[in-house]
């Protein structure tokens, strides 16, 4: 069964930072190409950025570049996103997700989410 663990959320002020994790399991997380969703309140669902299986290639969303850094430990079947110089419109629910391209939004597995709130 897979499983899509996240972690790491929380109320920050504008400008900080924070570290998500998403612990997987249940399939092989080290040949899987992995991505970060996210949705605000009343909007859809925005993909944020993804990472292929061995990690060498990394996209970005245009709002999140130079700021938040995807990476992942295959050794740990774990997914990251540093997220540094945080902005209130960053506020959402974050997941990690599984399937489809890592460049799209769709998914086919997707964890609960972690609330991450930036307050101004």
């Known amino acids: 069964e897979v499983q899509l663990v996240e972690s790491g959320g929380g109320l920050v002020q504008s400008g900080g930072s924070l570290r998500l994790s998403c612990a997987a399991s249940?399939?092989?997380?080290?040949?899987?190409?992995m991505k970060w969703v996210r949705q605000a309140p009343g909007k859809g669902l925005e993909w944020v950025s993804g990472?292929?299986?061995?990690?060498?290639?990394?996209v970005y969303a245009d709002s999140v570049k130079g700021r938040f850094t995807i990476s992942r430990d295959n050794a740990e079947n774990t997914l990251y996103l540093q997220m540094n110089s945080l902005k209130p419109e960053d506020t959402a629910m974050y997941y990690c997700?599984?399937?489809?391209?890592?460049?799209?939004?769709?998914?086919?597995?997707r964890g609960q989410g972690t609330q991450v709130t930036v307050s101004s």
């Open positions: 997700a599984l399937g489809y391209s890592y460049r799209s939004s769709d998914y086919t597995y």
């Open positions: 249940g399939f092989r997380f080290s040949t899987s190409d």
């Open positions: 990472i292929t299986g061995g990690g060498a290639w990394t």
